[in-house]
């Protein structure tokens, strides 16, 4: 190890809860789809902190808005009125067709208060349902909500009991679906493209069955957007390319760019089940976060940034599957727009120390999947850039070097 990362390392492993098992590299500075380490080492950027970094790294538009913000006003609470989360709250609404927003500070926030909504328009009503139906593979977050209808075994045991009533259902399977969902049901919930279970886009048919679910009974349904939502796909939210009709939308990840902030979207429906009181958050919604996300909007409908997605994201798609083909051990290729997954034969682990060692920074997901979320701004000739070093790497991987 370098001094800089001897340093930071040393340091952490006395003084940081130790949940995270991290890459060895230290990032200090970003350009665009660009970091580079504490060496000066330069890294393409194919995940973009988790979805997170939208616009890229120090992205100019962003970085005065937010620079300008703070020496403004940066938080108030909740306690009065700003003027920015009503305009944010209105354009995820002309995004969405869901009219009304809560906002807080990340996606398990988001998913926790969908699962609070569903539970409270059921009170409302005056038939009380607490049965959620979830997804195999699925994933919602860690707080104990979300955690409860996330299916991983491993995340779960060691914190239970969890919520009860909640089921799992196989992905992409509308029979079983069918046969889970009853009128006890309150919500299903499910990610229109699940991405920590893998990168699995749900099917036409399977959307079909949600929707015929939820007429059927009267259940709610939640869609995760937290991952595959804000332009990821090449769509706003992709639920509306599986023509999905959700009650309740989790956001996160991508809408503040890089700032902190989640939000659930709720229909009118929903909406008037809910009274003061009946959920909060001291930072939800504040300026910062507010102009962040708005700024992120900006280019995503104004500034052209769906198209482009559209458009890179089909140059992406076809430059991975030349190069998967290349690769024995690449078993499937799945995603839309900027959200891939590649399906090994074996363990993915080895791939990102592989990438980091070329130059290019992924992530494994679902044990053997290689993901790849990059920044949305990103060129085709930088995915071109990208995917040669991840093709070098997976090369290397195989070679067993
Ligand atoms: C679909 C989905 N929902 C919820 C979450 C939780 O988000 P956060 O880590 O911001 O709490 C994630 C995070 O990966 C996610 O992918």
């Given at each position: 190890m370098t001094m800089v990362l001897d340093e930071v390392v040393g340091r952490e492993t006395r003084h940081i809860l130790q949940t995270y098992r991290r890459q060895p590299v230290t990032f200090v500075r970003g350009q665009g789809v660009r970091l580079w380490d504490a060496e000066g080492r330069e890294y393409l950027d194919l995940l973009s902190g988790i979805g997170v970094a939208a616009l890229g790294h120090a992205h100019r538009g962003l970085a005065r808005a937010v620079a300008e913000q703070s020496e403004t006003l940066i938080h108030t609470s909740n306690l009065f009125y700003h003027p920015l989360q009503g305009q944010l709250a209105e354009r995820l609404a002309n995004l969405s067709g869901l009219p009304r927003a809560f906002f807080c500070n990340s996606g398990t926030e988001a998913v926790e208060a969908c699962l609070k909504f569903a539970r409270r328009y059921w009170y409302t009503k005056g038939e009380p349902r607490?049965?959620?139906?979830?997804?195999?593979?699925?994933?919602?977050?860690?707080?104990?909500g979300s955690l409860s209808v996330t299916s991983d075994e491993h995340y779960r045991a060691p914190f239970a009991p969890l919520l009860g009533g909640v089921k799992f259902v196989p992905v992409n399977e509308p029979a079983a679906l069918a046969a889970a969902v009853s009128r006890s049901t309150a919500a299903i919930i499910?990610?229109?493209?699940?991405?920590?279970?893998?990168?699995?886009?749900?099917?036409?048919a399977f959307a079909a069955a949600i929707n015929e679910a939820c007429a059927r009974t009267g259940a709610l349904f939640i869609a995760d957007e937290v991952q595959s939502g804000v332009g990821r796909t090449g769509y706003p939210f992709y639920f509306a390319a599986l023509g999905l009709k959700p009650h309740l939308v989790s956001v996160g990840k991508a809408l503040g760019g890089g700032v902190p902030i989640g939000a659930a979207l709720v229909s009118q429906e929903v909406a008037d089940t809910i009274s003061y009181g009946d959920h909060g958050s001291t930072y939800g919604g504040n300026l910062l976060a507010c102009r962040a996300a708005l700024c992120v909007l900006d280019e995503l409908v104004g500034g052209g940034l769906l198209a482009h997605i559209g458009r890179v994201g089909l140059h992406f798609e076809r430059r991975l599957k030349a190069i998967a083909a290349k690769h024995s051990m690449v078993k499937d290729v799945r995603g839309r727009g900027l959200m891939w997954g590649l399906e090994l034969s074996r363990d993915a682990a080895a791939v990102v120390p592989a990438g980091l060692e070329r130059g290019v920074v992924v992530n494994r997901t679902a044990e053997t999947v290689v993901r790849l979320l990059p920044p949305l701004i990103i060129t085709e000739a930088e995915v071109d850039e990208g995917l040669a070093r991840l093709d070098a790497a997976l090369g290397a991987v195989e070679a067993g070097s």
């Open positions: 607490a049965e959620v139906i979830a997804l195999e593979e699925s994933f919602h977050g860690r707080t104990f499910a990610e229109p493209v699940q991405g920590e279970g893998g990168i699995r886009p749900l099917t036409p």
